[in-house]
């Protein structure tokens, strides 16, 4: 990957998570403790302020230095959570993957994100998109495709109930909420998909 | 210092500053102690930065058990003891109990000269499973 596909990538993930900001913290502050919009816009525009460096790198380095900037940076949970995932795909990753690489390397991270978050798909976490997104690249879908059922993944948090996290203190209070997480997450998968179809 | 270090690790700084006045009212200076708390930010919060900088604080070769609040705590305190890495990492905790007991019967046990197997359990006595 291109360093310049690589800044567009981030300014487009900073981008998506900076104008839906609000929208998280809204989510967030009816089933949580109302901090994950804002601390996950600080991660993200952490990372865009040295996108221009971390984009010189190998696609490996580049995401873990992605992943470790969003741990010293986000202040929550989310920080370890969404960190995680970008340093096991920075991990597995080669430097030019193709679909299966690509593929094997978001099945071994959300398996490191699931031990990080002592969580399961189910819970209603972001591992509820992700397995998905998974599942849905292993079929052979499209990135508009993939990017939809990212969606419809986040929207079926909504009728569950919250087993990890904040959202757990609430039991059933917890349901016909969606999980602020699973939105972010399918935010990105979005982001990312637009800008794979885009380049 | 040759006795176990505490590390208080709370969402708010003012918890875990409390924590450790208590922590110092019962065991004075002779366990090596830190706290962090709030996001880095001047929020609620835990910062993995802060976490690590309060292990280094309160580092001891007999190790050190971290006391934390809750759940970004403890995630955020497994990530600072991992990205500190081997070997040090083999000597730190993330102790499963309530953030002020579990600071103080830990302190307590830790002053008398305890392991961090020792100490860790003193803890974990308090949260049963």
């Known amino acids: 990957m291109a360093a310049s596909d690589f800044s567009r990538l981030i300014a487009a993930a900073a981008d998506t998570i900076a104008s839906h900001a609000d929208e998280l913290t809204a989510l967030d502050q009816a089933i949580g403790d109302g901090d994950h919009g804002l601390n996950m816009k600080r991660g993200f525009e952490a990372v865009r302020a040295e996108a221009e460096a971390i984009a010189t790198k190998p696609l490996p380095d580049a995401l873990k230095a992605v992943g470790t900037k969003l741990v010293m940076t986000v202040g929550g949970a989310s920080g370890p959570l969404f960190g995680t995932l970008f340093m096991a795909l920075g991990k597995e990753l080669p430097s030019a993957p193709d679909r299966a690489a690509l593929t094997a390397a978001l099945g071994k991270a959300i398996e490191a994100v699931s031990a990080r978050g002592k969580s399961q798909p189910g819970q209603k976490t972001m591992l509820d998109v992700l397995q998905p997104v998974y599942e849905a690249l292993v079929r052979g879908k499209t990135a508009v495709e993939i990017a939809d059922a990212a969606d419809r993944a986040a929207d079926a948090t909504v009728p569950m109930k919250a087993l990890r996290g904040r959202a757990s203190f609430l039991g059933d209070r917890s349901i016909g909420h969606m999980d602020a997480g699973a939105r972010s997450t399918a935010l990105l998968v979005r982001a990312v998909a637009a800008a794979i179809e885009g380049s | ?129």
């Open chain 2, 1 to 129: 210092m040759s006795n176990v270090g505490i590390v208080i690790v709370s969402h708010s700084p003012l918890v875990a500053e409390g924590t450790a006045d208590m922590v110092r009212q019962m065991v004075g200076d002779e366990v090596p102690l830190a706290w962090c708390g709030g996001n880095g930010h001047g929020g609620l919060g835990t910062s993995v930065e802060a976490i690590m900088g309060a292990i280094d604080r309160a580092w001891s070769e007999a190790g050190v058990a971290i006391l934390v609040d809750l759940g970004g705590a403890e995630t955020n305190s497994e990530m600072a003891v991992e990205m500190i890495g081997e070997p040090r990492s083999q000597k730190i905790v993330v102790c499963n109990a309530p953030i002020v007991e579990g600071a103080v019967m830990a302190a307590t046990e830790a002053s008398g000269g305890a392991s961090l197997k020792e100490v860790v359990a003193t803890a974990h006595e308090l949260s049963p499973s």
